[in-house]
């Protein structure tokens, strides 16, 4: 699938785009241009990769030529630039709707111009009943990735739009567990609003590996969605200070917009969701039996009643979260 291929990477000096250039340098790639507003970040990243398969452009998504420019040639396209902080993001919601919503609508219709073979919209577990704005844009998002080949003429586009939705990376910029390793470092309390709070997890090569997957076996206007554990803060909480310190905590509000669990899949969306012995589902349009079996051999209707939600699911006991953390780069 990636053999030879020219490859743009949206927000690729984020920490997923920097991983997923990592795995993607791996493979026999012809090219990988890294796409993003940040200058010292490329800067940074040119000197700790060091290959010259590489390719830096300045640019924002909210520049429609800019992309065209920069997608030429381009055969595949991972959409992971975005405005993603929901406290900061509640404060600034004109700028989360100019970069997450007009910006993915960019990167689409330049993606039809150049004819770009598969595009990979990242989305994420928040867009599902979105209670705050982050969510909300990232919800818009996946509309337009999944509506987008109503705009493909078939004689003239071959594009392949792709959406995700998973849960928080662990370590990932602003998730909670790096912010409570600097706490713990910092001599600092835990600052906990619920301890019985929940959120999915996924490591990142899990994401990376759950990505490339989606991407090779994606035929278009669905939306992929891994299966996942997930924790509660407060075992998070104290698997850091068995490995790192026994700080104190400190009970805090909930923050504008942050929900207590999050959901994957909620219960209107369960009609067209199609699940498999594979670690992950399929949420497509509206579907018959023969069109699952030719389309998508060996899934099936899910069998589930309630919302995949981050509070029924199985959650990772404390000590497989500390071995998780502990072979992390976080600590």
Do not use: W
Not at 117 to 145: C, H, I, Q, W
């Amino acid at each position: 699938m990636f053999d030879n291929k020219k490859i743009l990477i949206t927000g690729g000096t984020g920490s997923l785009g920097m991983a997923l250039t990592k795995r993607l340098l791996a493979e026999k790639v012809d090219v990988i241009r890294i796409f993003s507003r940040n200058e010292n970040k490329q800067v940074t990243m040119q000197s700790e990769f060091n290959d010259d398969r590489l390719r830096f452009l300045i640019g924002d998504i909210r520049d429609l030529p800019r992309l065209q420019r920069a997608l030429e040639g381009i055969d595949i396209v991972f959409h992971t630039a975005a405005l993603k902080h929901v406290p900061i993001i509640e404060y600034n919601p004109f700028e989360a709707i100019n970069t997450n919503v007009i910006g993915s609508r960019n990167v689409i219709e330049a993606c039809l111009s150049e004819n770009v073979d598969r595009v990979v919209g990242v989305g994420t577990d928040k867009a599902v009943s979105p209670l705050n704005t982050y969510g909300a844009t990232k919800l818009l998002m996946e509309k337009l990735f999944t509506t987008a080949s109503n705009y493909l003429d078939k004689d003239k586009h071959k594009t392949k739009f792709i959406s995700l939705r998973y849960g928080n990376v662990l370590g990932s910029s602003g998730s909670v567990i790096p912010k409570f390793i600097q706490q713990i470092k910092s001599n600092q309390k835990i600052t906990i609003t619920d301890p019985e709070m929940t959120r999915f997890s996924i490591t990142m090569d899990e994401a990376l590996d759950f990505i490339l997957e989606s991407t090779i076996s994606g035929k278009g206007s669905e939306v992929f969605i891994p299966k996942l554990r997930a924790y509660k803060i407060d075992d998070v909480k104290v698997a850091l200070q068995e490995l790192i310190d026994n700080t104190g905590e400190e009970k805090i509000p909930v923050r504008q917009g942050e929900k207590f669990h999050e959901t994957l899949i909620n219960t209107d969306e369960m009609r067209t969701t199609l699940e498999s012995e594979s670690k992950y589902m399929i949420l497509q349009k509206e579907i018959s039996d023969q069109e699952i079996d030719e389309e998508y051999p060996g899934f099936r209707r899910i069998t589930l009643t309630k919302p995949y939600s981050s509070d029924v699911v199985e959650k990772i006991p404390i000590n497989d979260l500390k071995d998780i953390l502990s072979k992390s780069e976080l600590l």
